[in-house]
């Protein structure tokens, strides 16, 4: 297995995991599917005018609403409670703990940690060996083959 990616609350390293079983617990803890998560834990709000879809312009609006923020907790605990399970630890980790750990003027960061996380984990089954035996990203092909011009 690959190592977890990991975040640091309260001194504690703490592994995530991200897979359907956590896809199930954040539709019905968190009351969206974890493509919805941008709304309605992140508060994700495009800064850039092109309407580009990269997260390279975006503002979180997260730290600023305490209903999110509430969400996040509750997603690092889905997210790390896989992650201490998946690692042999017990997964101990409670909301309470999460929100009273988190330093204030981090929330943000861990915001883009649990983005990096769902989407690292949407996208891992998206790759296929080639014929060369090289890995390619069956979403960036496509995203880049709709962006050229028909012919």
Same mark, same amino acid.
């Given at each position: 297995?690959?190592? &977890? *990616? @990991?975040?640091? =609350? #309260?001194?504690?390293?703490? *592994? &995530?995991?991200?897979?359907?079983? @956590?896809?199930?617990? =954040?539709?019905?803890?968190?009351?969206?599917?974890?493509?919805?998560?941008?709304? /309605?834990?992140?508060?994700? /709000?495009?800064?850039?005018?092109?309407?580009? /879809?990269?997260?390279?312009?975006?503002?979180?609006?997260?730290?600023?609403?305490?209903?999110?923020?509430?969400? $996040?907790?509750? +997603?690092?605990?889905? +997210? #790390?409670?896989?992650? &201490?399970? @998946?690692?042999?630890?017990? !997964?101990? &980790?409670?909301?309470?703990?999460?929100?009273?750990?988190?330093? !204030?003027?981090?929330?943000? =960061?861990?915001? +883009?940690? $649990?983005?990096? %996380?769902?989407?690292? #984990?949407?996208? $891992? @089954?998206?790759?296929? /060996?080639?014929?060369? #035996?090289?890995?390619?990203? %069956?979403?960036?092909?496509?995203?880049?083959?709709?962006?050229? *011009?028909?012919?």
């Amino acid at each position: 297995m690959d190592k &977890l *990616p @990991e975040i640091i =609350i #309260g001194g504690r390293t703490i *592994p &995530l995991h991200y897979s359907t079983y @956590e896809t199930i617990a =954040i539709q019905s803890e968190i009351g969206c599917t974890a493509f919805q998560l941008k709304d /309605e834990v992140f508060g994700v /709000e495009k800064i850039d005018e092109d309407g580009d /879809e990269t997260l390279g312009n975006i503002k979180l609006d997260v730290a600023k609403d305490t209903v999110k923020m509430m969400k $996040m907790g509750k +997603l690092i605990r889905i +997210l #790390g409670n896989a992650g &201490l399970e @998946e690692s042999g630890q017990e !997964p101990d &980790l409670t909301d309470k703990w999460i929100l009273r750990h988190m330093k !204030p003027s981090m929330i943000v =960061i861990y915001a +883009l940690a $649990m983005m990096t %996380v769902i989407t690292t #984990g949407n996208m $891992m @089954e998206a790759k296929r /060996e080639e014929k060369t #035996g090289e890995a390619t990203d %069956v979403i960036l092909e496509e995203e880049k083959a709709k962006k050229q *011009p028909e012919t």
